[in-house]
């Protein structure tokens, strides 16, 4: 399957600070994806991630909170901004590759304090 | 837009037991529905998919059967073991021309295989 590596793998933070997840990919991808998963939940999408273009996101996620890049077809990150206590969270980036589908990678586990 | 609705949320079965996870979906432009496996502390794994032309799909002591007019597909695990136990969860997503790629998961099950 395609290679994810994301980093960094768990991080505690302050309120009101931000932090930059990243993601690299071992091939070119069409899409990439950031999801937020909960404790004991499912995961939700945050948005899509466009090539040479800004992000897609879904209802109840906004571009000044979780502003994302993707400078080419093997790279993005995700800053999780103004952090609060509810942003406490599992983040994690996938890809979907003509070849190999969609893979994950291996989450950012974040604590606001 | 897509929801997708997963029961049980929970299952406990012996060791040898099947085990079926089955979920539905709302959007009937969705054509192709995996099916992830997640340990705790790890990244979810796709263990099979099926796409919306064909019923059925199997893989060792893993099957997904799918019902386009219901819109439902599950997914069934046979002679379980110890190691089958995780959350696993659907998804559904749109033919690819629409320009929809995105998963949309269902809620988890949590299966627990007890030796």
């Known amino acids: 399957s395609a290679v994810i590596s994301q980093k960094p793998s768990r991080d505690i933070c302050q309120r009101g600070t931000s932090l930059t997840i990243q993601c690299q990919v071992d091939s070119q991808v069409t899409m990439m994806f950031w999801y937020r998963q909960q404790p004991g939940q499912s995961l939700t999408l945050i948005a899509t991630a466009n090539q040479g273009s800004e992000a897609t996101y879904e209802s109840g996620f906004v571009i000044d909170k979780f502003p994302i890049s993707r400078p080419n077809l093997t790279f993005s990150t995700l800053t999780v901004s103004n952090m609060s206590p509810e942003d406490s969270s599992i983040y994690l980036c996938s890809d979907l590759s003509p070849r190999y589908g969609y893979t994950f990678g291996s989450g950012t586990r974040l604590t606001v304090v | 837009g897509e929801n997708v609705e997963q029961h049980p949320s929970t299952l406990s079965v012996q060791e040898g037991d099947s085990a079926v996870i089955k979920c539905t979906y709302s959007?009937?432009?969705?054509?192709?529905f995996p099916w992830y496996k997640q340990e705790l502390g790890k990244r979810p794994q796709l263990i099979i998919d099926?796409?919306?032309?064909?019923g059925e799909k199997k893989d060792q002591r893993i099957a997904v059967t799918l019902n386009k007019t219901a819109k439902h597909f599950s997914l069934h695990i046979t002679e379980t073991q110890p190691e089958d136990s995780a959350v696993y969860f659907c998804?559904?997503?749109?033919?690819?021309?629409?320009?929809?790629?995105?998963?949309?998961f269902g809620t988890g099950t949590r299966l627990l295989v007890s030796p």
């Open positions: 998804a559904a997503r749109r033919a690819r021309n629409t320009g929809f790629q995105k998963l949309v």
């Open positions: 099926i796409r919306s032309n064909v």
């Open positions: 959007d009937s432009a969705s054509n192709y």
